[in-house]
Nanobody, 123 residues
């Protein structure tokens, strides 16, 4: 599977960005897609994920109520709408595909990664 992420950029605190991740190369049935991020000097961490077939969604506590993940089955593409951004959201954001949203949340069953997209939130 090839994953192409886009939509990163520079935004002021309190602003919004929307990331997109377009997938190609396989037929989707019971898979999950999601987002991880890695800030400088820190480990990569889970952000959000969605199970393709059921629509089950998982969020990290740090982004719950601010970020929204969604999917477009026709494309297929997954989106991450990020609102009320904070400087601590600054990171390289990576798209990933795996077995389910629940497994992605625990960093398991990931089969492919996309190239990262930089998100910078200024204070």
């Amino acid at each position: 599977v090839q994953l192409q992420a886009s939509g990163g950029g520079l935004v002021q605190a309190g602003g919004s960005l929307r990331l997109s991740c377009a997938a190609s190369g396989r037929t989707f049935s019971s898979y999950g897609m999601g987002w991880f991020r890695q800030a400088p000097g820190k480990e990569r961490e889970f952000v959000a994920a969605i199970t393709w077939s059921t629509g089950t969604i998982r969020y990290a506590d740090s982004v719950k109520d601010r970020f929204t993940i969604s999917r477009d089955n026709a494309k297929p593409t997954v989106y991450l709408q990020m609102n009320s951004l904070k400087p601590e959201d600054t990171a390289v954001y990576y798209c990933a595909i795996g077995q389910s949203a629940t497994m992605l949340r625990t960093n398991r069953g990931i089969t492919d990664w996309g190239k990262g997209t930089q998100v910078t939130v200024s204070s």
